[in-house]
């Protein structure tokens, strides 16, 4: 299956400080990915649509001008906690959706999620 | 509008026993329907998949079928194993809608040796 690697895993950082976290999809294109917030005991909760080339589509409530988004090319988005503070702590989890018209197991619109990135504000 | 509800946990069960998590849905149209697994400590992996009415989605020995008068995707597994033990995301992706997934609150299951 098609591989989503984000990086760091794992990040601490001090309150008021940003951190970027990114997300690649390895071995295919991906003009859409979506950036997940997972808390603690919870299910995901979709933040926002990273669109290749264009701007993101938040989801309500989230802010946008704390949650930066760029997705500057088909195989990498960025999500940038700006300002962080300690309720920004959670597990942020990326997801991919191959490029529609490549051929095999894409044509259902698979959903393909990296690893995670656990981020500490302290 | 759309959504997934699936049984609470966490499930404790010992190795070998049958396994049922309860995932029923709302949508608009005919959506998609998923089951993911998330491994301590790792992100979301696929399980199994269907995209229509009576499709069965099979992997690893789970099970589900898309059961449209019910509006239901149980997952079943007829032996587990402790390998088994992690979180169980029940998912939608609805035709009219297409770009979003919508998942269940995820069910934690526990196999014990």
């Known amino acids: 299956g098609a591989v989503v690697s984000q990086h760091p895993s794992w990040v601490i950082c001090k309150s008021g400080t940003s951190v970027k976290i990114e997300c690649r999809s390895l071995d295919f294109q991906a003009t859409t990915m979506f950036w997940y917030r997972q808390f603690p005991k919870q299910s995901l909760m979709l933040m926002a649509t990273?669109?290749?080339?264009?701007?993101?589509?938040?989801e309500q409530g989230v802010e946008k001008d704390k949650f930066l988004i760029n997705h500057a090319s088909l195989t990498l988005s960025t999500l940038t906690v700006t300002s962080a503070h300690p309720e920004d702590s959670s597990f942020y989890i990326c997801?991919?959706?191959?490029?529609?018209?490549?051929?095999?197991?894409?044509?259902?619109?698979?959903?393909?999620f990296g690893e995670g990135s656990r981020l500490t504000v302290l | 509008g759309n959504s997934v509800t699936q049984m609470e946990g966490p499930v404790t069960l010992s190795e070998e026993a049958f396994l049922t998590i309860n995932c029923t849905y709302t949508a608009t149209g005919y959506p998609s329907l998923f089951w993911y697994v998330q491994y301590p400590g790792e992100g979301l992996q696929l399980l199994l998949k269907?995209?229509?009415?009576?499709d069965k989605g099979s992997n690893k020995g789970f099970e589900a079928t898309y059961r449209k008068e019910t509006t239901s995707f149980h997952l079943e597994k007829g032996s587990v194993q402790v390998s088994d033990s992690a979180v169980y995301f029940c998912a939608l992706r609805s035709r009219g809608n297409f770009n979003k997934f919508y998942f269940g609150s995820g069910t934690k299951l526990n196999v014990k040796p």
């Open positions: 990273s669109n290749e080339g264009s701007k993101a589509t938040y």
């Open positions: 997801s991919a959706e191959p490029r529609a018209g490549l051929a095999g197991g894409f044509r259902t619109g698979e959903l393909f």
């Open positions: 269907a995209t229509k009415a009576d």
